[in-house]
């Protein structure tokens, strides 16, 4: 165990001793979160045919990774597009970026998506629960969730008046995290208020080998640390709003915001022209290539009842600020030293600056049998662009939607859904030229045109039609149905080099909208002893949308870089996952975990190759016991967790076939009771024998780079206010 994290466990510890004396000296009641698991059918007649999980707060906190991704991936068919050890972006049977939606109180949270370098901004320590609903759900939320959604909320409102909340306390070892967290939640009367703080610092992470190898050239590592890894983090909340039996209205506001660096020896650097002696001086500092990512969001929620009719208006405005910053470089044409009169800081490589407005309503009422769901949704994006660095243009994009859906009950145990929706968008780019004068084929010189004024407007119509059947303990759901994407602004538009995939990427401004067909089903039986649920999956898309390699090579911009253009291939997609939990004893408990998806492009220039960041296929089992070992010590608890991952052969290049793995990762946790005072512990080792394995779905698997190592996580949840 290295120095720093031994006087971070120090600090740990000392700061837990300091919370409890001060809840001792105030002498108030302890409000304890305990597992829920919501077993109540057709919860929502909107998603009442579809997959969904749901994981309570106590659950997040157990299973606590480096980023709420990290954190989520362990629920079967979700995975997580890991960048390092504390970023990462949702990934849904197979499929992520653009085409997975994360809600956060009932407003689509925007920012880059198709980046595949930066994570999911959003506090995974403001996060009360999480609902994953796995496959299309475009009908709920238009384009997008062709593959399927992340629904966050916050902590629920107190039901009395008064204050409660919990400071939490973070340590890891890998990349020496230090951090701490404090949330909290009111009441009082008819007001509801809440908020948080939280605040992360970590240092370089470190993998299972000393040797890692970009572009073929050897790049050793000191101590195993991966050079420039580090990052801070401090996001806040604020709530507050009114709140009544017919009607409600509260108003979010949080700010996310990020600085993290990015690997030295891999990101728009030769991998032989990093000074090692200045990266390797220190494992906690940020230096370039770097980013600064900011996340602003401001909601608005509203519910009003009357009769049997139910009004939600959700309005929310947001902002993601994201700069990339990097040593001047001279690629092509541009001049070997920075000019003075660029107008813009010289380490400032590329800035995306994008305001989002939106608005979200829906209305739902019951005629005899039916209960009908009425809505519309409308957004407006802008998004700026700045730095010496290009890749995608300015563009502004509008949308809007209407939907209907119907749930018809033939009895207590049979409803019927269906649904319909109609998607309008229009996406007008920016042109723009390079700031500096190449030489053109004929011997001229001029500003060359990188993307041109391009103005596209889609239209979309996509239904799903759905059934849920119980059979005295079975739970059956089974959905068919048609949903949409549309293409993103890099997609036909693009025109530079993408440091994400180390290639030069050019836009096809003929796409068209992505169609894809789906059906699932969901078999689920449930007894106090076991609970297991089967859910297979088909998918088909008639113009799946990829990043095609060519054999052309760049030699204005990219330093040679091969050219990769934008495609379009039938591909179909199948699978599934199961999850089974068994209660052996009183105390006992198993968990079977597993999943597997198959792709193929059906036509194309990759015709009979799958799809990029294809996830493995995995069996996870899990054993849990739960000792009653004094009445000081409720809910004690100790895990341990056995995943295997097969190999992954079926690979689209330029990506690298991925080896098998297994993974141990150990919990354990307690609730300490010292009289009136209440500590929750948690322990963790993740990867439990410092195996070296390689993600497939990892942003630094291109360059065969492991992921982190032994990690050892200790937290501790102190509540306080009142019971």
Known sequence: MNRSFLFFSLFFIHGSFL??????????????QEVMVDGKRYKNAMEGPLSVNY???????????????????????????????????????????????????????????????????????????????????????GSDAIGGVIRLSSLKETQEDGLKGSLNLIAKSNNSTLGSSVQFIGKEGKFVFGGGLTHLN???????????????????????????????????????????????????????????????????????????????????????????????????????????????????YQRNNRKEFNHYVAHGYMPAIFPDNMGIPEDLERLYDKDIYSINVKDQFTKGSHQITLGGSGEIQHNNIGGWGFLIPEYRQRSAGAFVHDQYSIDKNTILYAALRYDYNHNQSKAYRDWFESETADGAKEKILRADNISRTFNSLVWGLGVARQFG????????????????????????????????????????????????????????????????????????????????????????????????????????????????????????????????????????????????????????????????????????????????????????????????????GTDLKLNSSVVQLRFQIQNLLDTKYMDHTSFYRLIALPEQGRNIVLSARVPFGKN
């Not at 409890?20 to 304890?32: G, N, R, S, T, V």
């Not at 991936?73 to 197979?94: D, H, L, M, Y």
């Not at 032989?272 to 500092?285: F, I, P, Q």
Request: charged share 20%; net charge positive; aromatic share 14%.
């Open 473 to 668: 303990d079975i739970e059956t759901k089974f959905n068919v149905g048609k949903s949409f994407r549309n293409p993103a602004t890099q997609e036909f538009a693009s025109n530079g080099v993408n440091y994400h995939y180390y290639s030069y990427d050019i836009g096809n401004k003929n796409l068209s909208p992505e169609q894809s067909y789906q059906a699932d089903l969901s078999i689920g039986w449930r007894r106090e002893t076991a609970d297991i649920t089967l859910t297979p999956f088909y998918n088909y898309f008639s113009n799946y949308i990829y990043l095609n390699p060519t054999s052309r090579f760049d030699q204005f911009h990219g330093a040679g870089n091969q050219i990769f253009e934008y495609s379009e291939s039938k591909v179909r997609r199948f699978g599934g996952e199961i999850n089974a939990n068994f209660r052996l004893t009183k105390n006992w408990k198993l968990a079977l975990l597993g999943e597997y998806v198959k792709s193929k492009q059906l036509s194309g220039a990759k015709k009979g190759y799958t799809l990029p960041f294809s996830p493995a296929p995995s069996v996870l089992i899990g054993l849990d016991w739960s000792p009653k070992i004094s009445q000081y010590l409720n809910s004690t608890y100790f895990a341990i967790d056995c995943k295997w991952t097969a190999e992954q052969n079926n690979i689209v290049p330029p990506e690298d076939k991925s080896a098998s793995y297994t993974l141990f990762n150990f919990r354990a």
């Open 202 to 316: 970590y240092g370089d992470y470190r993998v299972p080998t000393d040797t890692v190898y970009v572009y073929n050239y050897a790049v050793g590592l000191k101590d195993n640390y991966v050079r420039n890894t580090a990052g801070r983090e401090t996001d806040f909340q604020l709530k507050g709003g009114y709140v009544t039996e017919k009607f409600s209205s509260i108003f979010y506001l949080s700010s996310y915001d990020t600085k993290i660096g990015f690997f030295a020896n891999a990101h728009g650097l030769e991998p032989r022209g990093v000074n090692t002696a200045l990266y390797d001086k220190s494992n906690r500092d940020i230096l370039y290539p770097s980013q600064k990512v900011n996340h602003f969001k401001v909601i608005n929620r509203n519910y009003i009842e009357k009769d049997d009719q139910k009004i939600w208006i959700d309005i929310g």
């Open 55 to 141: 994981i309570h707060i106590d659950s997040l906190q157990k299973f606590q990774g480096g980023s709420l991704m990290q954190t989520l991936s362990r629920i079967p068919g979700v995975g997580s597009i890991g960048i390092g050890a504390s970023q990462s972006k949702p990934q849904i049977r197979g499929l992520g970026f653009n085409r997975v939606i994360t809600v956060e109180n009932g407003v689509k949270h925007e920012g880059q998506q198709w980046g595949l370098d930066h994570g999911l901004e959003i506090d995974q320590y403001s996060v009360g629960s999480a609902e994953i609903i796995k496959g299309a759900t475009s009908f709920m939320y």
């Open 19 to 32: 919370t409890l004396y001060a809840q001792e000296k105030l002498k108030k009641k302890i409000d304890l």
